[in-house]
């Protein structure tokens, strides 16, 4: 499987597209390389991201439990048993 991603990483096709992509990247960074932000806007950033980052995980998960508890969950066994076995 590895061998397989780093070949087609490698490979002109994907070579060609990552470099197209470079271009916006670059000019992303150039637009929001900004002389007015400090440590202090981006340590604020990056705290407030880690707890959005937080407070989404504890919704989908509580979420994900309040389906998984309304479902009923029928039992879908299958016995290979005869009920009415007489010894």
């Keep these: 499987m590895i061998q397989l991603l780093v070949s ?21 960074f ?9 440590f202090n806007d981006l340590g604020k950033l990056l705290f407030g ?14 979420i994900v439990r309040k389906r998984k508890e309304s ?5 879908e066994f299958v016995s290979i048993r005869e009920t009415d076995r007489e010894p």
Excluded at 14 to 25: R, T
Excluded at 30 to 38: L, S
Excluded at 71 to 75: A, E, L, V, W
């Design 8 to 28: 087609v990483l490698v490979s002109p096709m994907c070579v060609f597209l990552v470099s197209l992509a470079q271009n916006p990247f670059y000019a992303a």
């Design 71 to 75: 479902h009923t969950q029928t039992s």
């Design 30 to 38: 150039i637009v929001a390389d900004c002389d007015e932000c400090g």
């Design 49 to 62: 991201g880690s707890a959005a980052a937080i407070l989404v995980g504890i919704a989908v998960s509580v």
